[in-house]
């Protein structure tokens, strides 16, 4: 079935730093990603959608200048938090879309990458 | 997009049959269902997905009554593996489909 690969699956980094984070879709092109960030014991929250050689779509609330998105290819989209602060330490989880045997959308989720910043 | 309202928690006993509902009341005529499981530091995994009356696959089953107002997912004799947080989600499944996550509803299977 469809794989999506994310990468680090963790990353500790000193508050000022920039991390990068990968997503990438295994053995099927996605024109679309989504973004996501969840915190302890809450739902998923959608931060942007990520389209292949266009710019992002944020959600309402999310700084696009903190958050940067990049979707070069049909198989990656990167989110880079910016001047990272302890506050934005989080579990970001990244979906691909994929259509099923009958031709329907379906997302396949990353495992996560849990980012801590000191 | 629809918005969804499940049951924040459940429990149940080994063996048992788990059944977890969830209201869409606006749901568009294009939008599809889909059930997705999530263990904890993981992303979710896709359980079923189906747009109405009912779909079973090797894991669950969804039922969707003809109003497509609500669905039920049901996980046939739960094990302490099926512990875990349910999402249901509503959404355009023929063209983009950008996912608005619910709280969903956590399940605690007691052995």
């Known amino acids: 079935g469809a794989v999506v690969s994310q990468h680090p699956s963790w990353v500790i980094c000193k508050s000022g730093t920039s991390v990068k984070i990968e997503c990438r879709s295994l053995d099927f092109q996605a024109t679309t990603m989504f973004w996501y960030r969840q915190f302890p014991k809450q739902s998923l929250m959608l931060m942007a959608t990520s389209n292949e050689g266009s710019k992002a779509t944020y959600e309402q609330g999310v700084e696009k200048d903190k958050f940067l998105i990049n979707h070069a290819s049909l198989t990656l989209s990167t989110l880079t938090v910016t001047s990272a602060h302890p506050e934005d330490s989080s579990f970001y989880i990244c979906?691909?879309?994929?259509?099923?045997?009958?031709?329907?959308?379906?997302?396949?989720f990353g495992a996560g990458s849990r980012l801590t910043v000191l | 997009l629809a918005k969804t309202t499940q049951p924040i928690s459940m429990d149940s006993y080994e063996g048992q049959e788990v059944n977890i509902t969830c209201s869409h009341n606006?749901?568009?005529?294009?939008?599809?269902i889909t059930w997705y499981q999530q263990f904890p530091s993981q992303g979710p995994r896709f359980i079923i997905q189906?747009?109405?009356t009912k779909v079973t696959n090797e894991v669950a089953s969804l039922f969707i009554p003809a109003d497509r107002k609500s669905s039920t997912l049901s996980l046939p004799r739960v094990s302490l593996s099926d512990t875990a947080v349910y999402y249901c989600l509503v959404g355009e499944a023929t063209g983009g489909f950008k996912t608005i996550f619910g709280a969903g509803t956590r399940l605690f299977v007691k052995a």
């Open positions: 979906s691909a879309q994929n259509r099923d045997r009958a031709g329907a959308n379906v997302l396949t």
């Open positions: 189906g747009y109405k």
């Open positions: 606006n749901i568009a005529t294009n939008d599809y």
